[in-house]
C-alpha cells in the first residue's frame, strides 16, 4: 500500500511517501527554525505563512524522490492535530484538494500517534500491543497501543512537556532556540557533577509528569549562582541572567546546570518508562518524538533496559523529530482497517 503523508502541525513542512509502512521512498522535511530562532521559540502566524509558501513544493519533491506518479498512491494520511491551528489547516487542506483531484481516501492522523507508529518503519518485529512514550516539544505521554484502534494514554504530564522544558531552561539560560541540542551539547561537555535538582511526581508507579517546577529550580540556582537582572524587553520573557560567558568559571557552571538539569529529566522519563512497560508485562519500549533524539538519554534507556530485560526501540534520529513518513506510517496502518475520513474532517489544536 502506498501512502503520502503529509504533517504541518508545527514549524516542520513535510511530505513522504512509502509502501506499506516498511519502505519509506522519500521523507521530504522542511524545518522553519532558522525563522523561529530569533524570536525564541515557533510564532504561530509565521509558521503557517511559510508552511503555505513551502507544501507545494515539498510535495512535489517527495513525488521526485520516490520515482512514482500521483496516480500510484492508495491514501493520503494527512495530521489533523494536535498542533498550532493555523499550520494543521494548511496541511489538511491541501490533504482535502488532493484527495479530490486524485480520486484518492484520506486518513486524518494523531500527530502522537504517528510518532508511535515511525518505529514500524524500521522494526518488522514490533508487534501490538506495545509500550510507547511520545517525549516531543509539546507532549510527554506515555500510551499503551493495545492495537491499531485501542490507543489508553497511561500517564502524561501535567504542565509542561519535556521537550518544552528543554527549551524553555534554555531560553532563561540565554542559551538559544531550539533547546534540546544545546543543552544535550553542554551536558556532554561537563566535568564535573552537575547541580543536583529535583524530580517530581516520583511516588512509585505514578506515571504522570511534571517538568514546570524543575524549570524554576533551574532559574532559581541559576539567580543563585550567577545574580540576575530583571529585563522587561525580551519578548516572551522578562529575565536574561546577567553573565559572562567567556568567564571560565561561568562555563563550568553553566554546562553543570545543564547536566543537572538533563540527568533529572532523563531520570524522570526512564523510571516512569519502564514503570509503564514492566505494568503491562512489555518485553519493548517505544522511545519517540524529538527529545528521543538525545544520546544521553538513549544510552540511560539502553542501560537500564538491560538491567531489566526490556528493550528500548528508538525510531532512528530523523523519524524522532516530526516528519510525514510517520504520519504515512500510521494512514496504512488505519487504511488497512478500512478507517477513513470523509472530507468533512476539521483540524484540531487538542485532540
Ligand atoms: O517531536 P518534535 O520534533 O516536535 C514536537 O512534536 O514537539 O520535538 C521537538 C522538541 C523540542 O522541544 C526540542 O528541544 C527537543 O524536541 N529536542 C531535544 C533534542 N533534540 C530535539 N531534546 C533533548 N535533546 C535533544 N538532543
Ligand atoms: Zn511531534
Redesign the pocket.
Known sequence: MIILGIET??D?TSAAITSDASQILSNIVVSQIDIHKEYGGVVPELASRKHIESIAWVIDRAFVEAGIGREKIDCIGVTKGPGLIGSLLVGVGVAKAMSMSLNKPVCAVN?LHG?LFASFLERGDLEFPFVGMVV????TTIFNVKSVTDIEIMGKTRDD????A??KVAKLLGLGY????I??DLAGKCELDGIKLPRALMEKYNLDFSFSGLKTAVLKKSEEIFGIRRIDNIPGSFHALAYDREDPDVDRNLRRICRGFQEAVLEVLVTKGYWAARKMGADKLVVC???A???A?RERFAIRGKALGIEPVFPSLPL???NAAMIASRATFLAREGIFDDLGFGAASRL
Open positions: 502541525s508545527c516542520e500527530h510518532h516531543s516539544g509539546g507532549h512537556a519535556a521537550g518544552e528543554f527549551d531550539p533547546g534540546g541540542a543543552i544535550e518524538g524529538g527529545v533524539a538525545n544520546r538519554l524522532c523529530a516530526d
